[in-house]
Each structure stands twice: as C-alpha cells, then as structure tokens.
C-alpha cells in the first residue's frame, strides 16, 4: 500500500464530522478508491442460530403471512416508507434487521424489540396498556461467515462477548504478513464507534452504511453483526441482504409479546399467541 490510504482516512474521519455535507457516493469512493483494502474482521454464523425480528402489530390485530415478517417486498412501501438512511442501508434499500442471543441477552426478541420500538426510544412516551409486536424467529440452514463490528471502545468495556471477539481478530491481525496492524486496529475502531452512534439525522449513518455495502460485495461474506446500542451494548444486531435471506434463511416459529411502559419502567411480556411451522399464512394459536 502506498502512504495515500492514511491520507485518505484521515480525510474519512474529517467527514464524519459533518455528514449531512458530505455525499454519500463521495464516502463509498473514499472507502473503495482510495483506502481500497478495509479491515473486514470475519467470524462464523453457526447453522440454526435463532434469528429474531420484532414487528409493532396495528392495535390487536395479527398479522396473517409471514410475508408481512420479513424483508420489505412492496415497491410502494419501500418508495414511501424507507426514504432515510439506516444503520447499514441507504434510502430506499431493502436490507432484513433481526437480532442474535448474546451472553448478556439469551433472549434476542429484547434487543429487536428495543432496535424497533418507537415507544422504547421516546424516552418520554408512556404506554401502561401495552403495545403488541409480533416476534418471528428465523435460523440459517448453513453455517454463513459474517463480518463482525467490536472494535467499539464503549461496548468492548461493557459486553464480554464484544471484549472476547475483539481480542480474537486483533490476534488474527498480527498473525497476518503484510498487514498495517495499528490502521487495522484504527480503522476498525473508528467503523465501530460510527456504528455506535446516538444519530440526531439520518446522515449520520452514511458511514456504517457504506461499510456495510462494501463488506456485503465481499464474495465470501454474507452479513454484518454490530452491537446493539439501544440495549447498551448487551444485544446484538444482524444485517442480511435479501439475496442472503432467500438463500440462507426459513422463518422458525412466531409469538407476540408486549411492551408496557410507565414512569418507572419498561417490561416485556407474553402476547398470548403462537405460530409454528410457518408457511405463507400463519396459523395463529391462542394460549392466553
């Protein structure tokens, strides 16, 4: 490598100060051009991993296929619903969200639900009555190799899973010839805190979506991880492309839970239903 490529994260860094500036094709350019060879720490997504989506209900009402559970297929709701960046996808990208059990949180359905929920981010919103969502549980038929976001300095202090995967792909990195081990560990550092972000706009994504896109052209890999940080770091994130999705991925089983939320706390419990062997329409079964 030539000494451009640190030049160039150097310019990097200069533009997450200002994102809502900077184009968002300047940034891929940047990434693919000019740094060229990014640091992609790989890990092993073990066949039947449970898999979690969370999906707000409309009031009481159930949701009747398990088209209405996965990645966004209707070319009106994308045009109209997905118009900002995510996390790990631009406007107007379809990409499936769910979440991974963690030593920390066992139960995946907490960390979506808390990536999902509008009521959950407003620190303000009360809902005592309780607001239902529907839990779809998905697992991968083969083993999938995933890029892995731990190189966060805040969610290596408080998640020992995050502590043990950053220690693995640091000790890889120095096994590896030819690698810049400090802009690797850099590099990766300043990716991660970009995905740990507390976003005040949509643009403050740009980044990790960028990322996320180029990880994602890699030919052996076939999703990213990061930390939750709506859970504080505890859960885990997935992020699939549909393609891997239709390849990789079957829909388990489905429940409802629901979230009560007062002055003093938030809980999560039992909606009542429950749905296995899930083909086009779901077969609801009330065990209220």
């Keep these: ?26 940034i891929v350019d940047l990434l693919k051009n000019s740094i060229r060879k990014i640091p992609i720490p790989l890990a092993k997504l073990h066949p039947e991993t449970p898999i979690e989506r969370a999906r707000a209900n409309k009031g009481t009402r159930l949701y009747k296929s398990i088209e209405s559970l996965g990645y966004i297929k209707d070319p009106a709701v994308i045009e109209r619903n997905l118009s900002s960046f995510g996390r790990a996808n631009k406007p107007h990208q379809v990409m499936f969200y ?38 779809s549980r998905w697992r991968n038929k083969a083993e999938m190799i995933i890029a892995e976001v731990v190189f966060s300095e805040e969610a290596i202090k408080l998640n020992e899973d995050i502590k043990r995967s ?20 850099d590099f990766l550092i300043f990716i991660s805190n970009e995905f740990a972000r507390v976003a005040k706009s949509h643009h403050e994504y740009k980044l990790s979506t960028a990322y996320t896109n180029l990880v994602l052209e890699h030919k052996d890999v076939q999703g990213i991880t990061y930390p939750s940080v709506q859970t504080n770091y505890a859960g885990a994130n997935l992020v699939l492309a549909p393609v891997i999705v239709d390849e990789y991925i079957y829909p388990d089983v489905a429940t409802t839970s629901i979230l009560f939320k007062n002055e003093k706390e938030i809980s999560i419990r039992n909606g009542g239903y429950f749905a296995e062997k899930l083909d086009q329409e779901i077969n609801w079964i009330n065990r209220i």
Excluded at 1 to 26: H, P
Excluded at 105 to 116: C, M, Y
């Design 1 to 26: 490598m030539s000494q451009s490529y640190t030049q160039a994260f150097n310019k990097l860094q200069e533009y997450s100060k200002d994102l809502e500036a900077v184009e968002y094709n300047d």
């Design 98 to 135: 769910a979440a991974l059990p963690t030593s920390q949180l066992d139960k995946p359905r907490i960390t979506a639900i808390a990536e999902t929920s509008r009521l959950y981010l407003d620190k303000d919103a009360m809902c005592v009555d309780g607001q239902l969502y529907t839990i």
């Design 166 to 185: 950053y220690d693995k792909q640091r000790e890889f990195a120095s096994q590896i010839k030819g690698v810049d081990s400090k802009f690797f560990e």
